[in-house]
């Protein structure tokens, strides 16, 4: 196929604002946001937050901009709203072993009303109890059993009396003892100087009556302190039996006020009673008496924190099923945490600080984590993987193991969790993980794939135009006109370089129409036009394009050799993209090729000095085999070649400059000079077939910026793939200059349509015995070719010929 020269028309999507439908994007706003162009990800989103069997987890892949997070969190919520609303989860004080405290789950604000039962019960009780342990009928009854105890005592004391009388001693208590004292005859007390002063006989009596007594004194002991015991329990069990129908009448009252159908009602009731056993067991602490009341007093309060409850899930305030979007997954907000307090060098902790993380929150429901989050801290990583295996979460502090002072440990009940996991990543991110840790990967069975661009049609681009009517309206901004939303559409396509195809990057979308509506509020307009969405743009190119203005300058100035007028052997303008990450621009390299008679073949002087990558020399060594082929019948060549990027000193990457190399080198061998007007962008396969390659608006642009500098003469243009066609998305300039003929894109589909272009003369195309006419460019490089084996001959090289076997031999 010939060169095809296109027209203004052809090089860029121009979209008509009277096709969209509406005068500005007010008239959009009763309309409801629909997914734009992710058919696909939206039918695989709304199957995956369905389905309810385990391991139906979705990993949503997909680039930053694209929608992913926002259209997941979307969909959740809509999800969630059809969900029952999922149960409270309390921790409360394991009366059997407290380091373990026990899991409850009730139904959603029935955890609150438990949390507020317990704590209104035990402020009451701490004055009924004491009320009703001072009341009269209390106090008459207990009397009664410490007059009889009273009794028994002091007839027992009455006869240890007579016993110690009988052998002439006296006795008398004193807290919680029995002092006993020798006397005389007369009645008095004996000193010790004059026990010693006694006879022996009389001393050895006095000591064998002084052993009876003691012997009969820890007799006396044994006796009562059963009697004492015996009162305990009496006043004990008559406290017990006065406050326990209390008791019970307050936690029935408990149970009737959690009035929903409660799944773990067996706990909960286990729970109560020990609640009330324990209260039983300490119904002293509640009764103020004549001992130290501040250590009463705490000692109660320790009693009294064991009847909290540890509301760590309160879903009271949901209508659906949760949705959280947890932005900081470190290990204490995703899986929960127990605090501690340091108390004397030890650091202390109960249940009653026990806190829920997100998955504990997001129990019925959706949580969304980003997976370059996750992958930041291997602790949380593997806690996640064991989740996922197990479904079962048990809530720990990592960090106590490690700590400089001793800590109590807390091991909480391990809980199930039910809940939907939605994961964030990239393309890359999802197949690394797919290889390398399938056990997680298979937890997310539903892939959810946002496309990078879509086909657009009418009803995309109405969608799009409603997307930034939500835009406008949640963020405040002036509405956008038909032909200002029209211009938005066409940077969708520039975006991609493709006309026939749309930017999924609805973020970039966003910030140009945030910054379109700053300059229109800037002019004190009412809405804004296409004019401020160019200068919004241009404004932002502004912003980014200091390097590229450098190059330019350095064209300009003529440090940077390009030439751009006139005819040279052996020299070309390549075009080359440069990609800064915020900043994509393209610019001209000279691209230069020198060959002379020898045995060394191709040199590829980038790939000598390790500047080039793997991709442009893999399009070097294409591009030496094609022109193999075109001269095989005239093997071995004898010929010494070299190509180089001129003044490029970063390295090259690519083989979009295939084409630019090939043509170079023909025309060094041929001797035929190339156009340097014209520049040139393409790979080439092995068949001479002109590839499509990326970034095909920016090199053209680069590559006009650099000829309007210097002067439009309407002898510059490019040279492009006839594939390339569609992705063109050129400046309005450049369509301008296009129709005053100042400048020309030609495209080609093989390499001998772009040289004929380059050099006026036809390519030529071989006859029977394999030799081109000698008026073409392969028929002058025929006959360089040819020059260079006789100078070899008769230099007495060593030329390699290919012998009929296949292999290569020397002559």
Known sequence: MPISTLTPAELRLTIAPDTLGFSDTSELLEHALPWIGQARAEEAARFGLGMDQPDYNLFVLGEVGSGRSSLLKQAMQA?????????????????????????????????????????????????????????????????????????????????????AEARSFTMHRETGHILFTLLGKKGRAYSEDEVLALPKERRAEIERSEQELRAQISRYFEKTRPMERVMNEALAALRRQAVKPLLEHALQEIRLGLKKQIKDSVKLGAYLDQVMHDVLENLELFHVSDGDEEIRQEAMSRVLSRYRVNLVVDNAGLSGAPVIVEDNPMFRPLFGSIEYQSENDVLMTDFSRIRAGSLLKAHGGFLMLHLRDLLADGLVWEKLRRFLRSGRLQIEEPGTAFAPIAA????????????????????????????????????????????????PNTETRRASAIFVAHTCRNLGLPHFSATAVARLLEDGHRE?????????????????????AALCRARNARLVEAADVDAALTACTLRHDYPDQRLRESIAEGDLLISLQGEKVGHLNALTQVDL???????????????????????NIEREVELSGPIHDKGVLILHNYLSALFAHNAPLALNASIVFEQEYSGVEGDSASCAELYVLLSSLSGLPLKQGIAVTGAVNQHGEVLPVGGINEKIEGYFRICSTAGLDGSQGVLIPQRNRRHLMLDRQIAQAVAQGLFHIHTAEHVSDGMELLTGCPFGVADEAGDYPSDSVLGNAQKTL???????????????????????RVR
Not at 433 to 448: N, T
Not at 582 to 591: A, H, I, Q
Not at 786 to 808: I, N, T
């Open 786 to 808: 040819l020059a260079y084996r006789r100078a070899c001959q008769l230099s007495g090289h060593h030329v390699p010929e290919h012998s009929k076997s296949g292999h290569k």
């Open 79 to 163: 999800s969630a709203a059809n969900r029952p609303v999922p149960p409270d989860l309390c921790y409360l004080h394991n009366f059997d072993t407290p380091e373990r405290p026990l899991a409850l789950r009730l139904p959603a604000g029935q955890g609150r009303l438990l949390r507020q039962f317990m704590a209104l019960m035990t402020k009451s009780l701490q004055t009924e109890i004491s009320q009703l342990l001072d009341g009269p009928d209390f106090k008459t009854e207990s009397e009664r059993i410490e007059k009889a105890h009273k009794a028994e005592e002091t007839k027992a004391y009455a006869e240890l009396e007579t016993f």
């Open 496 to 516: 991609v370089d493709d006309q026939s195809r749309q930017s999924t990057n609805f973020a970039r979308t966003e910030a140009l129409v945030m910054e379109s």
């Open 408 to 455: 109590v440990s807390l091991e909480p009940e391990a809980v199930d969790i039910d809940v939907k996991i939605i994961l964030i990543g990239s393309r890359e991110q999802y197949y690394e993980l797919q290889e390398g840790d399938p056990e997680f990967a298979r937890s997310f069975r539903v892939k959810v794939d946002f496309a990078e661009s879509f086909v």
């Open 581 to 603: 990450g915020d900043y994509r621009f393209g610019f001209p390299v000279r691209v230069t090729a020198r060959t002379f008679a020898g045995e060394d073949g191709l040199i």
